[in-house]
């Protein structure tokens, strides 16, 4: 109940106090190819329910028709202004929509398409089980995404392969430890990440060790060597196929 108060209280808040940069991104990107500056794309929610989840528009119009789910930092798709939005995550500001209906929360797993959730493992059928955030502990980890992806062929299966196994790890552990005080946490580091991402990756290790023995998962939070294909959890294998 205090999660659910403090989301719609603060989401009213910001809602006002981000308004000039509403209108101004909504104005900035309708003026690059004057298409709706608004994505609206179907998500999986709490309890496996579709919702759609709106955001600013950081790709050219129709992107979503290409197939590709999984997106790197010099996918042709994205437009000039597009790539400033993704970068200081602006484009998620229409999100505060999302939580004012009761979809989403600040701070929660980041929700996924549906061809993605159905390769959920048993074990990571738990990611479905609270109400998808705006942030979470692998959008901190994984906010150089794009570049991870940058040279890939496959950034799909890359993205099943490197990507997927620790951050529906760390999505894990926030479902079978979350509180209060855990999402006040991630959103003061959510904020920090934006100016110090080495910084923001030592407060995300020292947050999630205090109840994580999985070394592994905590090898990996600090970052500082190359990912390399993973089972997800709940998986002996490593992701062979989207498919």
Known sequence: MLKLSFD??????????LLPLFILFSFLIWRNDHG?????????????QIFNMVKFRSMMV???????DSTSVNDQRITRVGHFIRKYKIDEIPNLY???????????PRPNVKR???????EEKKLLL????????????????????????????????????????????????HSFVMDLN???????????KERALKLVYWV??????DQNLLNMILRKSDLTPFPPPGASKIVSTRY
Request: proline content about 4%.
């Open 208 to 213: 999630v060790s205090k109840n994580c023995m």
């Open 62 to 68: 129709e992107a979503d028709k290409s197939g590709i």
């Open 8 to 17: 719609f209280i603060l989401a009213i808040f910001l809602s006002i106090i």
């Open 98 to 108: 999302n939580i004012l209906k009761g979809q989403m929360s600040f701070v929660g």
């Open 186 to 196: 991630i959103m003061i580091i959510t904020l920090i990440s934006l100016f110090s």
């Open 130 to 177: 609270l109400k998808p955030g705006i942030t979470d502990f692998s959008s901190i980890v994984f906010s150089d995404e794009g570049d991870i992806l940058s040279d890939s062929k496959d950034p799909d299966l890359d993205y099943n392969q490197l990507i997927r196994p620790w951050k529906s790890r760390l999505g894990i552990f926030y479902v079978e430890n």
């Open 36 to 48: 709706s500056p608004f994505y609206v794309a179907p998500r999986v929610g709490k309890g496996d």
């Open 116 to 122: 993605e959730t159905d390769m959920y493992t048993i």
